[in-house]
């Protein structure tokens, strides 16, 4: 068998490069499958550091996903962490969009029903953190997208009332409640950032 014939049977077997091919079948002296062992090795060891998961875990997937590194190390986010603590790992400096993939996860586990805004006061979550959570994020995103003074006709008391007593934001809750667009401003970030660490301090609570 030549060299390049080598280099098929062993990328039929793995999915490792030409040039990586060539390089482990002189190094095995041309041994398919002493070839084939040294790239799973070397992609065991390089999966290994760069997660903290057991071997026993990691092994088994990545043998299961061909030795792709990057479905492997996808399939370990899965075992390990649930969706909401995955959004966080994953958008960690930007509380703002991290609570906008919490809302489209809830959404979507739950699902939530919705005619292009959702209902807030007929929706029904799993528990109290997800109701306060939504009923929040999907003001924020009307007056986002309505505008401020249009926002006050959208379950006003019902947010002012949430924001108030789920994040202990008075002052945001306050300009809400009385229409004040410039103090809420004020505030705006300060819900954003409540909002967030709701999901943090109760993720247990979170899809």
């Known amino acids: ?4 014939e080598q280099i098929k049977q062993l990328r039929l077997q793995v999915p490792v490069g030409l040039r990586h091919a060539g390089l482990l079948l002189e190094k095995t ?4 499958m002493a070839a084939r062992q040294l ?3 070397e992609i065991q060891a390089a999966v290994l550091g760069k997660t903290t998961a057991p071997p026993e ?8 996903h061909q030795y792709d590194i990057p479905r492997t190390l996808l399939a370990i986010e899965e075992v390990l962490y649930t969706i909401t603590e995955r959004i966080l ?3 960690k400096n930007n509380p703002e969009a991290a609570i906008d993939k919490v809302a ?7 699902p939530l029903q919705r005619n292009f805004w959702l209902s807030l006061e007929t929706m029904t979550l799993p528990n109290s953190y997800q109701q306060a959570f939504m009923i929040i994020h999907e003001w924020l995103s009307y007056e986002d997208y309505e505008g401020f003074d249009s926002a006050l006709y959208f379950h006003r008391e019902l947010v002012s ?9 008075p002052e945001a809750a306050a300009a809400i409640r009385d229409g004040h ?7 705006r970030e300060t819900v954003i950032s409540q909002l967030y660490a709701l999901v943090v301090n109760n993720i247990s609570y979170f899809p």
């Open 1 to 4: 068998m030549d060299h390049e």
């Open 29 to 32: 002296g041309g041994d398919i």
């Open 39 to 41: 790239f799973i090795q």
């Open 57 to 64: 875990l990691v092994l088994p997937l990545l043998e299961q």
């Open 89 to 91: 790992r994953k958008v």
């Open 104 to 110: 489209l996860a809830i959404e979507t586990a739950t």
């Open 161 to 169: 009332t949430t924001i108030r007593d789920m994040l202990s934001c």
């Open 181 to 187: 667009e410039d103090a809420f401003r004020l505030h």
